[in-house]
Structures are given as C-alpha cells and as structure tokens.
C-alpha cells in the first residue's frame, strides 16, 4: 500500500475515533456534571468548569492508557 | 494481499474502539467528582489498577477466543451445510402431495 494511502486511511480512522468519544462523551459529562434539575436552559459557570475539567481529565487518562498500552504490548 | 491489508486496518480499528471504551470506563469508575482539574494520586493509582486489569482481562479473553473459535466455526460450517441439504433433499422427492389438493 503506498505511504500516503496509509497516512489517508490513518487520518480517517483517527477522525472516527475521535468522533466515536466525542458522541458517547457528551452524554457522559452531562450525567456527572448536570444534575437533572432543569430549571433553566442556561448553564452556570460551575457546570461549564466541570465539563471542561472532564474533558481535560478524560484526555489524560486517554494519554496515560495509551502509553500503558504500549508498555505492556511490548 | 489486499485482503490482508483490509484485514490489520480491520483490527487497528477493532484495537482503536476498545481502547476508546477502556478510556471512558475507568474515567466513569475512577473519577467520581470534579474538584480538581489534574489527576490526583488516589485517582492516578485507581487507573493504574483499571487500566492493568482490563488489559490482562482483554489478554485471556483473546487467548481463550482463540482456543475456542476453529471448533465453533467447524461446528456452524456443519449446520449450514446440513440445513442446506435439507430443501435439496425435499425437492429431490416430488411424490409428497401439493398442497393445493
């Protein structure tokens, strides 16, 4: 397969994957960081400080997973 | 060999999405509120934990798959082909009575 095919059909997948988290965790943050009293449709600064510390943490552990991943499979 | 490339880009995305779902489990499991923006100790030995279990789980699960799939392949190969001989078998015999009559 050429090199540049490969790279293609990397970056595509990655934008799947990518995709694939983002749609399961927009659900998922909702549910830790918004309890289900819907008074308003507004959201306050507490909540959205809470899903951008989700998301941040979320990234991490992706980071930290990874690099086990590939200390343990080698 | 093009089946075989279809094949790895099959399983990096098989390896892709279990890994997404490891990720999202041990964020549900080890990280039950949101104090602080960087991981602590607590929940950094909590997903050392996860992480490690998950992943020797994955391995034994693959290893015990691998046992286990010729002989369930060999056996659905069978029932295919047993239910396919069935309806030859039918129409070889046209002295059954139609079921017009």
Not at chain 2, 15 to 43: G, I, K, W
Request: charged share 20%; hydrophobic share 40%.
């Amino acid at each position: 397969m050429k090199p540049l095919r490969a790279q293609q059909l990397a970056a595509e997948l990655e934008v799947e994957m990518m995709a694939h988290m983002h749609n399961r965790m927009t659900i998922a943050y909702h549910r830790k960081c918004v309890p289900p009293l819907y008074k308003e449709a507004e959201m306050s600064k507490g909540k959205s400080v809470c899903l951008d510390w989700c998301l941040s943490k979320h990234l991490d552990i992706h980071k930290w997973i990874g690099k086990k991943l590939t200390e343990l499979s080698v | 060999m093009e089946q075989q490339q279809q094949q790895q880009l099959r399983n990096l995305r098989d390896f892709l999405l279990v890994y997404n779902r490891m990720t999202e489990l041990c964020f549900q499991r080890c990280v039950p509120s949101l104090h602080h923006r960087a991981l602590d100790a607590e929940e950094e030995a909590c997903l050392h934990s996860c992480a490690g279990k998950l992943i020797h789980s994955n391995h034994r699960l693959m290893a015990a798959y691998v046992q286990l799939m010729p002989a369930l392949v060999q056996r659905r190969i069978a029932d295919y082909e047993a239910a396919a001989a069935v309806p030859a078998v039918a129409a070889q015999q046209p002295g059954t009575s139609p079921p017009g009559s």
